[in-house]
């Protein structure tokens, strides 16, 4: 049996005659009462039985209606999400976030949970290296990352650049001379340095900016993540060289500029072209552009 003849069937019983639902149905009454017997002839009983001044269901006939109504009950919540969905209003966003990045996306996240409750929005977070990975092998639909040095196969939008500055424990101020700090003179202290990753020359650009001026460090702890760093740097393990975000940790980190040291990090959010064909993702793009 089909959607049709279920909605007819449940008809026929809530209007109490035939007569009645092939007028709301909006059809003749013959093919309604030739309908009626065709499910009885497919299920070999009588749905209904017939008096000269009434009617009344069969047992066969009330499991038959209380079955027709749930199908259609069914089929009536999944064609209103069904329409939530194409309107980006109903399903999952994929969203990739970089530690270095989380502080640009909290806004965005919280006005796109209230504006869509229905969409399950499911974070994953990690190094710009890995997330990047994620998006190209589809495991995401979009990211939010440092840019990568080859980004040709993305769509992409441009986020506030942030510049490299020295990092120093605010408790070590009274060993450093903050205003007239030469990056010459930290060659003593322990170094936090950040690592390589694949497609990234940040870590590159500093090593060379450091030979230029012949300086070797005492590096004690390398990592990939600047929130991990920034909190070594808080914690009094050493300086490092970091972006000046508002991360975590910036409490208890004083930044020196270094204005010869011009290297920045740029974030960006990254699509995939076919991420366009996602209501979703195209709702969360335009919120995410207008509140930049």
Same mark, same amino acid.
């Given at each position: 049996m089909d959607l049709r003849q279920l909605r007819y069937f449940k008809e026929i019983v809530d209007q109490g005659s035939i007569s009645k639902a092939a007028e709301? =149905?909006? %059809?003749?009454?013959?093919? =309604?009462? %030739?309908?009626?017997?065709?499910?009885?002839?497919?299920?070999?009983t009588p749905l209904i039985k017939r008096y000269r001044q009434k009617w009344e269901i069969t047992e066969a006939g009330q499991m038959l209606y209380n079955h027709a109504t749930h199908m259609l009950q069914q089929m009536e919540m999944f064609d209103v999400k069904m329409d939530y969905m194409m309107q980006g209003e109903m399903g999952q966003l994929r969203l990739g976030v970089s530690s270095s990045c989380i502080h640009l996306v909290g806004d965005v996240i919280r006005q796109f949970s209230q504006s869509y409750p229905k969409v399950e929005l499911q974070i994953f977070k990690g190094d710009s290296e890995k997330l990047e990975q994620m998006l190209f092998n589809n495991e995401i639909d979009i990211a939010v990352i440092l840019a990568p040095e080859n980004s040709e196969q993305y769509e992409e939008f441009p986020l506030t650049p942030s510049p490299f500055a020295l990092a120093v424990p605010k408790n070590w101020s009274n060993q450093i001379d903050l205003d007239v700090v030469s990056i010459q003179n930290l060659m003593k202290f322990p170094f936090i340095s950040l690592e390589a990753m694949e497609g990234y020359s940040m870590l590159e650009n500093i090593i060379y900016y450091l030979k230029e001026k012949n300086i070797s460090l005492n590096i004690v702890a390398k990592c990939k993540d600047i929130t991990i760093a920034q909190y070594l740097v808080a914690k009094e393990v050493g300086i490092s060289i970091l972006p000046k975000i508002q991360l975590g940790y910036v409490d208890g980190i004083h930044f020196v500029d270094l204005p010869e040291l011009e290297i920045a990090i740029q974030p960006k959010l990254f699509y995939k072209q076919e991420a366009t064909f996602s209501p979703i993702c195209r709702n969360f793009i335009a919120l995410f552009k207008s509140n930049t």
């Amino acid at each position: 049996m089909d959607l049709r003849q279920l909605r007819y069937f449940k008809e026929i019983v809530d209007q109490g005659s035939i007569s009645k639902a092939a007028e709301v =149905l909006h %059809m003749a009454q013959p093919p =309604l009462s %030739m309908l009626l017997k065709q499910i009885e002839t497919h299920y070999g009983t009588p749905l209904i039985k017939r008096y000269r001044q009434k009617w009344e269901i069969t047992e066969a006939g009330q499991m038959l209606y209380n079955h027709a109504t749930h199908m259609l009950q069914q089929m009536e919540m999944f064609d209103v999400k069904m329409d939530y969905m194409m309107q980006g209003e109903m399903g999952q966003l994929r969203l990739g976030v970089s530690s270095s990045c989380i502080h640009l996306v909290g806004d965005v996240i919280r006005q796109f949970s209230q504006s869509y409750p229905k969409v399950e929005l499911q974070i994953f977070k990690g190094d710009s290296e890995k997330l990047e990975q994620m998006l190209f092998n589809n495991e995401i639909d979009i990211a939010v990352i440092l840019a990568p040095e080859n980004s040709e196969q993305y769509e992409e939008f441009p986020l506030t650049p942030s510049p490299f500055a020295l990092a120093v424990p605010k408790n070590w101020s009274n060993q450093i001379d903050l205003d007239v700090v030469s990056i010459q003179n930290l060659m003593k202290f322990p170094f936090i340095s950040l690592e390589a990753m694949e497609g990234y020359s940040m870590l590159e650009n500093i090593i060379y900016y450091l030979k230029e001026k012949n300086i070797s460090l005492n590096i004690v702890a390398k990592c990939k993540d600047i929130t991990i760093a920034q909190y070594l740097v808080a914690k009094e393990v050493g300086i490092s060289i970091l972006p000046k975000i508002q991360l975590g940790y910036v409490d208890g980190i004083h930044f020196v500029d270094l204005p010869e040291l011009e290297i920045a990090i740029q974030p960006k959010l990254f699509y995939k072209q076919e991420a366009t064909f996602s209501p979703i993702c195209r709702n969360f793009i335009a919120l995410f552009k207008s509140n930049t």
